[in-house]
Nanobody, 122 residues
């Protein structure tokens, strides 16, 4: 089992940057694929980005590609989401999630954090 804690959210102006962190407990963190999802008010949770257990494979939703970068440091049990060129439509609660095995962009993750709020002002 793994527990996840997100941090790094906040208020930023359009065009600004934030770096989210997802810190995980557990010795087997390196065996988990990690993903970021987000949920805006009144909308369904949507996939943002994912990274394989070894960091070799990364995946992005079309609407964040070329603006967001996912990475992981298994020695620190942490996954990062660098978000650049932020837009008001990026405003949402961002969640990290973990699963053993194959990385997926689908909502098939077993463990979820509490989320961190990102607000982009226009």
């Amino acid at each position: 089992q793994v527990q996840l804690v997100e941090s790094g959210g906040g208020l930023v102006q359009t065009g600004g940057s934030l770096r989210l962190s997802c810190a995980a407990s557990g010795r087997t963190f390196a065996m988990y694929a990690i993903a970021w999802f987000r949920q805006a008010p009144g909308k369904e949770r949507e996939f943002v980005s994912a990274i394989s257990w070894n960091g070799i494979s990364t995946y992005y939703a079309d609407h964040v590609k070329d603006r967001f970068t996912i990475s992981r440091d298994n020695a620190k049990n942490t996954v990062y989401l660098q978000m650049n060129s932020l837009k008001p439509e990026d405003t949402a609660v961002y969640y990290c999630a973990a699963k053993r095995g194959r990385t997926t962009t689908r909502n098939e993750y077993d463990y979820w954090g509490q989320g961190t709020q990102v607000t982009v002002s226009s």
